[in-house]
């Protein structure tokens, strides 16, 4: 298998197995009215990566240079951007602590705190102020990696429709300032309750 093969496999595999883990930390770091930046910031380090392995060769450990590269690119983007200037000074003290006890870029992104961050980001998708299919929609996106033609096939309709399902439901974060946490007991039982 060649270097451009092994560039591609390991691409596709990220995508379907740690994009949505990334995502979730990425929001956690920069809160729900950044999951669309979140996403970018990952679709962009992916095509970092594809332009950079492709020369340089795989790091020896890919997954940490991808989730390294996207908290930069993240950071970056978020100082461009002037009406995010209140996310700026906590997030660079959040990056600024955590690179204290950083090993190589996978001490920020542990597997408790990713797994935790993954439980957040199904509790915002989940949230009850996004319709019940959009919430579907957005979690396989989001969470899962699926493509929005891949959910289109799995839910019988068309591209358009799923997207305007993702629109409705990122617009709803935002404009609810839908929490990215998990939800307490109270909140969950009310929640509960309104499912049966």
């Known amino acids: 298998m060649?270097?451009?093969s092994k560039i591609n496999e390991f691409i596709d595999h990220f995508f379907r197995h740690e994009s949505g883990k990334l995502i979730s930390v990425l929001t956690g770091i920069f809160g729900s009215d950044n999951l669309i930046l979140?996403?970018?910031i990952v679709q962009d380090t992916l095509v970092e990566a594809i332009s950079n392995w492709t020369y340089k060769g795989i790091p020896e450990?890919?997954?940490a240079w991808l989730y390294t590269v996207a908290k930069n690119k993240t950071l970056n983007a978020i100082k461009?951007?002037?009406h995010l200037q209140k996310y700026i000074s906590e997030s660079l003290y959040t990056v600024k602590a955590h690179r204290e006890t950083e090993l190589k870029g996978t001490e920020f992104?542990?597997?408790q705190g990713?797994?935790?961050d993954q439980l957040r980001m199904m509790f915002m998708c989940c949230h009850p102020s996004i319709s019940k299919d959009s919430q579907i929609a957005l979690m396989l996106k989001t969470l899962c990696g699926f493509s929005i033609?891949?959910?289109a096939k799995a839910f019988l309709t068309s591209n358009e429709n799923i997207n305007r399902r993702l629109v409705r439901a990122r617009k709803a974060i935002r404009q609810d300032n839908i929490p990215f946490e998990v939800s307490s007991a109270k909140q969950?039982?009310?929640?509960?309750s309104l499912r049966i």
Do not use: Q
């Open 109 to 111: 992104f542990s597997e």
């Open 114 to 116: 990713i797994s935790d």
């Open 61 to 63: 450990n890919p997954v």
């Open 188 to 192: 969950l039982d009310k929640r509960l």
């Open 80 to 82: 461009r951007e002037k």
């Open 38 to 40: 979140a996403e970018d």
């Open 149 to 151: 033609g891949e959910i």
């Open 2 to 4: 060649n270097n451009i």
